[in-house]
C-alpha cells in the first residue's frame, strides 16, 4: 500500500514569495491533515479536512495561509506571503475516518521550507 | 479545552535498561491519547493508541504505555532499551479523531 506522498521535498524562497505545498493521502483515507513543524517543536495541527469539506482551521493564519482539498483526494496548502517565521516542515497525514475513537494518522515524509 | 505534557525534553538511557517517557494530558472530555515516533530523516510513526479500551497498551516494538485517568498520564515505556529506539517521541491528545494535539516531544539518547 502506497504511502502519503508530499511534494517538494525541499524548498527555499525569499521572504514575501508565495510557496505552495502538495499531498496525495493514502487511497480510500477520507481525512487529511496539515501540520507545520517549527524545529524542537512538536507539530501543530493547521487545517483538517474529511473528503472536501473543512473541519478545524482554527490555527491556520488565514491572512497569508489557505488550503483546499478538490474532489476529497488531494490537497494543496499554500502561503502568500511567506514570512521567516513560516520557516519549518509541512507535515500531511491521513486517516481513514475521524469519527469516535482515535484514528491512526499515517503521515508523509514533510516538506522542509526555508523563508530567507 | 485540551492540553499536552511531556515532562521531559531530553532523556537518556543506556542500552538494556528501562526506557520511562513521561506524557500528562489535560482533556475536558474522554481523550484519545496516542505515543508517535520519528526517527531522524524519517516521517512520524504510530508506536501505539488508547481509545477507552484496556488500559494498558501495548505498541511495537516493545513499547507500552498505561492510560491512568486519575493521574491524567499517559506515560510510555520499554523494558530493554536498544540502540535503535534512539529517536524524538510525541505524545499525543486528539477529542474523538478531532483538535489533535502534540507534546512538545521528548528526544531519546540510547548509550552503548
Known amino acids: 500500500e502506497a504511502g502519503v506522498a508530499q511534494s517538494p521535498r525541499y524548498k527555499i524562497i525569499e521572504k514575501r514569495q508565495s510557496v505552495a505545498f502538495w499531498c496525495n493521502p493514502i487511497?480510500?483515507?477520507?481525512?487529511l491533515y496539515w501540520y507545520q513543524q517549527i524545529l524542537g517543536q512538536g507539530p501543530k495541527l493547521l487545517i483538517q479536512?474529511?473528503?472536501?469539506?473543512?473541519?478545524?482551521d482554527s490555527q491556520l493564519p488565514k491572512d497569508r495561509f489557505s488550503a483546499e482539498r478538490l474532489k476529497g483526494v488531494d490537497s494543496t496548502l499554500k502561503i502568500q506571503p511567506a514570512k521567516l517565521e513560516d520557516s519549518a516542515v509541512y507535515l500531511c497525514?491521513?486517516?481513514?475516518?475521524?469519527?469516535?475513537?482515535?484514528?491512526?494518522?499515517?503521515f508523509g515524509p514533510g516538506t522542509r521550507l526555508l523563508v530567507l | 479545552a485540551q492540553s499536552v505534557t511531556q515532562l521531559d525534553s531530553h532523556v537518556s538511557v543506556s542500552e538494556g535498561t528501562p526506557v520511562l517517557l513521561r506524557c500528562n494530558y489535560s482533556?475536558?472530555?474522554?481523550?484519545?491519547l496516542f505515543w508517535y515516533v520519528q526517527h531522524p530523516n524519517k516521517g512520524l510513526q504510530l508506536l501505539l493508541k488508547?481509545?477507552?479500551?484496556?488500559?494498558l497498551v501495548k505498541g511495537i516494538n516493545g513499547f507500552e504505555a498505561e492510560f491512568k485517568k486519575s493521574e491524567t498520564s499517559f506515560h510510555l515505556t520499554k523494558p530493554s532499551a536498544h540502540m535503535s529506539d534512539a529517536a524524538e517521541y510525541f505524545c499525543?491528545?486528539?477529542?474523538?479523531?478531532?483538535?489533535?494535539?502534540f507534546g512538545a516531544g521528548t528526544r531519546l539518547f540510547v548509550k552503548a
Open positions: 499525543v491528545v486528539s477529542r474523538g479523531g478531532f483538535k489533535t494535539i
Open positions: 479536512f474529511q473528503n472536501n469539506g473543512v473541519v478545524d
Open positions: 488508547y481509545t477507552s479500551a484496556a488500559t
Open positions: 487511497s480510500g483515507h477520507a481525512t
Open positions: 482533556s475536558s472530555y474522554s481523550p484519545s
Open positions: 497525514a491521513s486517516s481513514l475516518g475521524a469519527g469516535a475513537g482515535g484514528e491512526t494518522q499515517y
